[in-house]
Nanobody, 126 residues
């Protein structure tokens, strides 16, 4: 059964770092684009990054470009999001999601993500 499980969230001060993990089971990363989304209370859910490791394709939202880095460990079937220089506006619940055949081009595609994790809370505050 396909399952995504996020971990690594927590409370961090502005300027700090966190690394989120998305452990995937029941799928092979080669066939999927894996995206990180985030949603703050009362706000829309936004895609912030995407990776399709088999074609070396990545995508970042402007709001996180240069601060966040997405990567995979295919042996562990895990996707990571390294978050540096965190800001209070990064506070949100972070989700990973899988899109079969997703290419992670420079144009975000919000449809077709059929598999989602439960989310992990990231809070950036002094």
């Amino acid at each position: 059964q396909l399952q995504l499980v996020e971990s690594g969230g927590g409370l961090v001060q502005p300027g700090g770092s966190l690394r989120l993990s998305c452990a995937a089971s029941g799928l092979t990363l080669d066939y999927y684009g894996i995206a990180w989304f985030r949603q703050a209370p009362g706000k829309e859910r936004d895609e912030i990054s995407c990776i399709r490791s088999s074609i070396h394709s990545t995508r970042y939202a402007d709001s996180v470009k240069g601060r966040f880095t997405i990567s995979t460990d295919n042996a562990k079937n895990t996707v990571y999001l390294q978050m540096d220089s965190l800001k209070p506006e990064d506070t949100a619940i972070y989700y990973c999601a899988a899109r079969y055949g997703g290419l992670c081009t420079q144009v975000p595609i919000t449809t077709g993500y059929n598999y989602w994790g439960q989310g992990t809370q990231v809070t950036v505050s002094s």
